[in-house]
DNA sequence: CTGAAAGCGCTTACAG
DNA sequence: CTGAAAGCGCTTACAG
């Protein structure tokens, strides 16, 4: 019954560099360059390294890469939600503009929590990010400070900052929320309604528009708006329709806060009979690709997600290169897209 | 003109557990064990070596970890998409299952692309995963290379394997794909379309079930099949209809691979005054939120997609704790949901 | 263009 | 329960 000596030796088994470089004969940090930096090494070196990479099926190992380099090549990118279509396009947009570059992009979900996001960040501070790509301009005190303390470049998505001191890629979700309401008070309603759901920043931004305008017209009144906490589905919007009916049957217009309410909204308004556009008004906000082909379509904000996305890792990477940015705050607008619903 | 001497030190001026093991005097193999292994170290230790982390604000460094232990705390996850909902959902699972102990997920959007999938894999693979989450069973043979070589435990989530060496954990696409067009034809529909986009794994799965099901009712047609390589959306369901209708006009019901699709065919039938169901049964797949709101509702296939993630994740770490797993191939099976477009 | 040595910041046996 | 030493697999100045 004697016990397996264990082998003193820690190694992983995997392939090193320094089999590489001694299977092409050279020194191993002759092979680190070939692999690289190709251009600081002949020719004929290069190609013997290469090969031997090939025959001995090298794979780098980033973490010590990483701890010798003290670049980690990761970026990490906190955004509240992957359910929702805004987010997953804002991502694809990061990983086109990143993709020739050999980032590895750390890709938390926060939940739209606070304490979630906190823990995401302490994770992948760890890893030493190049960079940092964060939703909205608010955060906890702690992420705040653990943020400054890594002394991490950031550039923030989906609105804009008047801070000259912080980087923003986005568009103004107040002016947008105001935009559509005045689209509404300009069709000549008098009772527009406001369903506001997760109450994130943007959708408070939003709702905020929608306050001005409505001042504005002389038309606020705080029975016209109901704003929830629970997460936008298309479940919720159906129900919102109805306590938004219970509260003020006199309102003729709706602006949800996002599309997925909108729809619905609209879809309980099928199943009640409410003619829409022509009874009820409803409106949406992001142009999700069903409110093109709902019946009726549904008239919403169209939001540049993608380009955000692709626009704020542009920056962040060329800051990370040390060039200075041409603006700290890139507006990139929206669009508001009238169609049948409203 | 003199140029700044750069330090010969390449420390990163970040917080070192040695400062911290300096602070709490201790050595530093002390510190790390009272913050990795508290039970370890006696209880005064444990409180000095905490305060001076708070104090310093420690942030380890998960590269000199990952390189020291050879535990990189890395769990990579490869999906096809992240604008479908399925992987969505697929990711809350595991992020869920995962959350308590403190692994790093990397997550991987192949784009439905081998070469992609590849390029993904081979910068992943550096960075030393203790574990991956796979999409699918069939991959390219590079890829395939690439895993074995590599001998990193894997889960293949969405559909079922009866290969006994690996583990898989999903529901057959092609009994489900079965199981929906039985349900049309036992609803007394001779003329089934099949429409499929895409044209991955999973669809050309469910097209083989719906294709085996034809044959038993003696109803099978290929100008019933409508197969375009092109990324599902509601657009393009709305276009497919149409060739649909233009290929089979006698066609009286259509299983969408997809309720992306199906959800687009619905919209188009309301455009052009079609019926459905009564002058056409149209039904999709995977259940999406919107399918229980629309109207008419849609027919389609509920499928476990969070519980594949959950389960997936659950086995992963239990194969990587060295655990054996009570099944290797985890049946989570799928609900026909009969609504009212079917 | 190429290389010997040191070091990045941790953890692992091992010893006491 | 605690510690001195070695080592994980790379890259960085520096020298030639």
Redesign the pocket.
């Known amino acids: 019954m004697s016990k397996t000596?264990?082998?003193?030796?820690?190694?992983?088994?995997?392939?090193?560099?320094?089999?590489?470089?001694e299977r092409a004969?050279?020194?191993?940090?002759?092979?680190?360059?070939?692999?690289?930096?190709p251009?600081?090494?002949?020719a004929?070196?290069?190609e013997r390294v290469q090969q031997a990479v090939e025959e001995l099926g090298?794979?780098?190992?980033r973490?010590?890469?990483a701890?010798?380099?003290?670049?980690s090549k990761v970026i990490v990118v906190l955004v509240p939600s992957l359910s929702n279509a805004v987010f997953t396009a804002v991502l694809a947009g990061i990983q086109d503009a990143l993709d020739a570059d050999d980032y590895q992009i750390l890709i938390g979900n926060t939940r739209y929590s606070d304490a979630e996001e906190e823990k995401l960040l302490g994770i992948y501070l760890q890893s030493n990010p190049d960079g940092i790509l964060l939703s909205g301009l608010s955060h906890s005190p702690r992420v705040e400070r653990m943020l400054a303390a890594s002394r991490v470049p950031i550039v923030s998505m989906m609105d804009l900052s008047d801070d000259p001191a912080q980087l923003t890629v986005g568009f103004s979700q107040f002016q947008a929320g105001h935009a559509m309401t005045r689209y509404l008070i300009d069709k000549g309603h008098k009772r527009i309604g406001f369903i506001g759901a997760q109450l994130d920043e943007r959708t408070l931004k939003r709702a905020d528009g929608y306050r001005q305008a409505m001042r504005e017209a002389e038309l606020a009144d705080p029975k016209l708006e109901l704003m929830v906490p629970d997460p936008s589905t298309i479940a919720l919007g159906a129900e919102l329709l109805g306590r938004m009916l219970a509260q003020s049957p006199d309102c003729d217009a709706i602006f949800c806060c996002n599309d997925d309410l909108a729809h619905g909204a609209i879809y309980q308004c099928q199943r009640r009979g409410i003619a829409v556009p022509r009874q009820l008004a409803i409106c949406g906000f992001n142009d999700l690709p069903a409110s093109a082909w709902m019946n009726p379509s549904v008239t919403t904000v169209g939001t540049p997600r993608y380009r955000i996305g692709h626009e704020a890792a542009t920056l962040l990477r060329s800051v990370i290169r040390g060039e200075a940015p041409a603006t700290p705050h890139l507006d990139l607008g929206f669009t508001l897209m009238a169609r049948e619903s409203a």
């Open positions: 000596v264990s082998p003193k030796s820690r190694a992983s088994g995997r392939v090193t560099l320094a089999a590489v470089a004969g050279v020194a191993s940090m002759t092979a680190s360059r070939a692999i690289s930096q251009d600081m090494v002949s004929a070196l290069r090298y794979v780098p190992n973490a010590a890469r701890l010798a380099s003290a670049h």
